[in-house]
């Protein structure tokens, strides 16, 4: 799926969609999956400095009820929201070296059932990166930004659909 974000404030819907779509997801589905498998949502966001992945997850911790302030996980490298049934873990990769740095942010155990992962700068650490669900590009295109997104697991597929069935976004 392919849309042109005009503006921040378009990108901020669209991570609205993307929250509504994530809340497509059969929740009981997800917790039958066979021992060891990934059963939070695990969605990367790519694309170059300034791109909006922070303004899009804003427009998604917005959607789901989150009213303060919304942090750029640059320098802290996780900011936690929770909201309602499920916590939203938002990361940066970019400082990372390689996947045993994950460890130093729990990250497997972020990925437990009711958690929604969104990492920024996923191709610092590709080989787990490649375990997404949902795979996020935003890059720059004429005045405002250009949207990808790709499904990569099932569930991933489900959330494209949602996305694709979603008329705000264009």
Not at 13 to 41: E, I
Request: glycine letters at 10%.
């Amino acid at each position: 799926m392919s849309r042109y974000l005009p503006d921040a404030a378009a990108t901020r819907r669209a991570g609205a969609a993307l929250a509504r779509a994530l809340g497509a997801l059969d929740p009981p589905a997800r917790a039958k999956a066979p021992a060891g498998a990934v059963r939070g949502t695990f969605v990367t966001l790519a694309g170059e400095l300034g791109a909006g992945k922070t303004t899009l997850v804003r427009g998604l911790l917005e959607a789901l009820g989150i009213t303060g302030p919304v942090r750029s996980p640059s320098f802290t490298l996780h900011e936690s929201y929770a909201a309602g049934p499920r916590q939203v873990d938002h990361l940066d990769w970019y400082r990372l070296g390689s996947a045993t740095d994950l460890e130093a942010l729990d990250f497997r155990e972020l990925l437990a059932a009711g958690h929604w992962v969104l990492v920024e700068w996923p191709e610092r650490v590709p080989a787990v990166a490649a375990a997404a669900d949902l795979a996020v590009r935003l890059r720059y295109e004429d005045s405002g930004r250009r949207l990808e997104i790709v499904p990569m697991t099932e569930p991933g597929r489900v959330v494209g659909a949602a996305l694709e069935a979603d008329k705000t976004l264009g």
